[in-house]
Protein backbone atom coordinates (compact mmCIF):
# COMPACT_ATOMS: atom_id res chain seq x y z
CA UNK A 1 0.00 0.00 0.00
CA UNK A 2 1.01 3.69 -0.78
CA UNK A 3 0.20 6.67 1.52
CA UNK A 4 0.42 9.72 -0.18
CA UNK A 5 -0.18 13.28 1.90
CA UNK A 6 -0.29 16.61 -0.19
CA UNK A 7 1.02 19.95 1.36
CA UNK A 8 1.33 23.25 0.18
CA UNK A 9 -1.84 24.55 -0.22
CA UNK A 10 -3.74 27.90 1.08
CA UNK A 11 -4.70 31.33 0.10
CA UNK A 12 -2.69 33.36 -2.18
CA UNK A 13 -3.55 36.20 -4.35
CA UNK A 14 -4.06 35.81 -8.15
CA UNK A 15 -0.46 36.23 -9.87
CA UNK A 16 0.90 34.63 -7.07
CA UNK A 17 2.74 31.14 -6.80
CA UNK A 18 2.29 28.36 -4.42
CA UNK A 19 4.48 25.20 -4.37
CA UNK A 20 2.20 21.62 -3.74
CA UNK A 21 4.12 18.42 -2.48
CA UNK A 22 3.32 15.03 -2.60
CA UNK A 23 4.98 12.57 -0.03
CA UNK A 24 4.36 9.25 -0.20
CA UNK A 25 4.88 6.14 2.28
CA UNK A 26 4.63 2.71 2.32
CA UNK A 27 6.59 1.79 -0.33
CA UNK A 28 8.76 3.29 -2.80
CA UNK A 29 7.15 5.17 -5.88
CA UNK A 30 10.11 5.62 -7.70
CA UNK A 31 9.04 3.33 -10.85
CA UNK A 32 5.72 4.46 -10.44
CA UNK A 33 4.23 7.86 -12.72
CA UNK A 34 2.66 10.30 -10.77
CA UNK A 35 0.00 12.62 -11.43
CA UNK A 36 -1.59 16.09 -10.26
CA UNK A 37 -5.52 16.89 -10.36
CA UNK A 38 -7.77 19.22 -8.98
CA UNK A 39 -11.75 19.79 -8.35
CA UNK A 40 -13.40 22.85 -8.21
CA UNK A 41 -16.85 23.02 -6.14
CA UNK A 42 -19.16 21.71 -8.48
CA UNK A 43 -16.94 20.53 -11.35
CA UNK A 44 -15.97 17.35 -12.30
CA UNK A 45 -12.39 16.27 -11.35
CA UNK A 46 -9.47 17.30 -13.74
CA UNK A 47 -6.46 16.39 -14.77
CA UNK A 48 -3.58 18.73 -14.25
CA UNK A 49 -0.44 17.63 -14.88
CA UNK A 50 1.77 14.11 -14.89
CA UNK A 51 5.19 12.88 -14.59
CA UNK A 52 7.30 9.66 -15.40
CA UNK A 53 8.92 7.20 -12.97
CA UNK A 54 12.21 9.14 -13.94
CA UNK A 55 11.04 12.73 -13.94
CA UNK A 56 12.48 12.36 -18.39
CA UNK A 57 8.66 13.20 -19.27
CA UNK A 58 5.64 15.49 -18.12
CA UNK A 59 2.48 16.35 -19.36
CA UNK A 60 0.09 19.35 -18.76
CA UNK A 61 -3.55 20.42 -19.52
CA UNK A 62 -3.88 23.35 -21.75
CA UNK A 63 -4.60 25.63 -19.04
CA UNK A 64 -1.84 25.34 -16.71
CA UNK A 65 0.83 25.01 -19.91
CA UNK A 66 3.82 27.73 -19.06
CA UNK A 67 2.54 28.45 -15.83
CA UNK A 68 2.81 25.02 -13.46
CA UNK A 69 5.78 22.67 -13.30
CA UNK A 70 5.40 19.02 -11.77
CA UNK A 71 8.63 17.18 -10.72
CA UNK A 72 9.84 14.73 -8.45
CA UNK A 73 12.58 13.74 -6.26
CA UNK A 74 12.89 10.05 -5.79
CA UNK A 75 15.21 10.23 -3.48
CA UNK A 76 12.62 11.45 -0.96
CA UNK A 77 9.56 9.55 -2.28
CA UNK A 78 8.31 12.97 -3.09
CA UNK A 79 6.35 14.63 -5.88
CA UNK A 80 5.71 18.25 -6.55
CA UNK A 81 3.66 21.08 -8.47
CA UNK A 82 4.93 24.33 -8.65
CA UNK A 83 2.37 26.52 -9.59
CA UNK A 84 3.06 30.20 -11.05
CA UNK A 85 1.21 33.07 -12.14
CA UNK A 86 -1.93 31.60 -10.33
CA UNK A 87 -5.53 32.69 -11.40
CA UNK A 88 -8.95 32.54 -9.84
CA UNK A 89 -9.88 29.43 -11.78
CA UNK A 90 -7.33 27.54 -10.35
CA UNK A 91 -9.17 27.37 -7.11
CA UNK A 92 -9.74 24.18 -6.15
CA UNK A 93 -8.64 20.95 -4.21
CA UNK A 94 -5.75 19.63 -5.56
CA UNK A 95 -4.84 15.56 -5.47
CA UNK A 96 -1.96 13.61 -6.41
CA UNK A 97 -1.72 10.03 -7.43
CA UNK A 98 0.33 7.61 -8.71
CA UNK A 99 -0.15 3.60 -9.47
CA UNK A 100 1.78 0.91 -10.59
CA UNK A 101 2.36 0.26 -13.86
CA UNK A 102 -0.61 -0.63 -16.18
CA UNK A 103 -2.59 -0.27 -12.87
CA UNK A 104 -3.21 3.91 -13.80
CA UNK A 105 -3.80 5.82 -10.75
CA UNK A 106 -4.76 3.45 -7.97
CA UNK A 107 -3.49 5.59 -4.69
CA UNK A 108 -5.18 9.11 -4.46
CA UNK A 109 -3.98 11.44 -1.26
CA UNK A 110 -6.52 13.38 0.58
CA UNK A 111 -6.02 16.65 -1.34
CA UNK A 112 -4.99 20.19 -0.60
CA UNK A 113 -7.32 23.69 -0.76
CA UNK A 114 -5.80 26.47 -2.93
CA UNK A 115 -7.60 29.17 -3.19
CA UNK A 116 -6.75 32.07 -5.12
CA UNK A 117 -8.15 35.33 -4.76
CA UNK A 118 -9.03 38.43 -7.15
Known amino acids: QVQLVESGGGLVQAGGSLRLSCAAS????????MGWFRQAPGKEREFVASINWSGGSTAYADSVKGRFTISRDNAKNTGYLQMNILKPEDTAVYYCATGRTGRGYEYWGQGTQVTVSS
Open 26 to 33: GRTISTYA
